[in-house]
């Protein structure tokens, strides 16, 4: 299994940024992905979930209204579209395979990376004037 995360980088605060991840190694639309991030001397933080076709969509309360996840199975690519960026918003962000095919709130419960079936190696998003 391997997740390759891109798109992240220096934005301005109030900027957007769209993050990728590129799926192999498994199949890909057999499984709910997942988006969550981590902030230098902070917790894992979940932050959207999605359905194996793409057609359920769960977010956080820090995720909702700003942030939205989508996927194209027929690229094995997971996306995340993040407006209205802040500075609370740098950290590095991954996204994760979930065990079902559809997601789960209880993703929310997960403190480390390796309580997800695989993960990438992150892609840093830094929010700064």
């Known amino acids: 299994v391997q997740l390759v995360e891109s798109g992240g980088g220096l934005v301005q605060p109030g900027g957007s940024l769209k993050l990728s991840c590129v799926a192999s190694?498994?199949?890909?639309?057999?499984?709910?992905m997942s988006w969550v991030r981590q902030a230098p001397g902070k917790p894992l933080e979940w932050l959207a979930g999605?359905?194996?076709?793409?057609?359920?969509?769960i977010d956080s309360q820090t995720a909702r209204a700003r942030f939205t996840i989508s996927r194209d199975n027929a690229k094995n690519t997971l996306f995340l579209h993040m407006n209205a960026l802040t500075v609370e918003d740098t950290a590095m962000y991954y996204c994760?395979?979930?065990?079902?095919?559809?997601?789960?709130?209880?993703?929310?419960?997960?403190?480390?990376?390796?309580?997800?079936?695989?993960w990438g190696q992150g892609t840093q998003v830094t929010v700064s004037s």
């Open positions: 994760t395979k979930e065990t079902h095919r559809t997601p789960s709130y209880a993703s929310q419960r997960h403190t480390y990376l390796h309580d997800y079936d695989a």
């Open positions: 190694g498994f199949t890909f639309d057999d499984y709910a």
């Open positions: 999605i359905s194996w076709n793409g057609a359920t969509t």
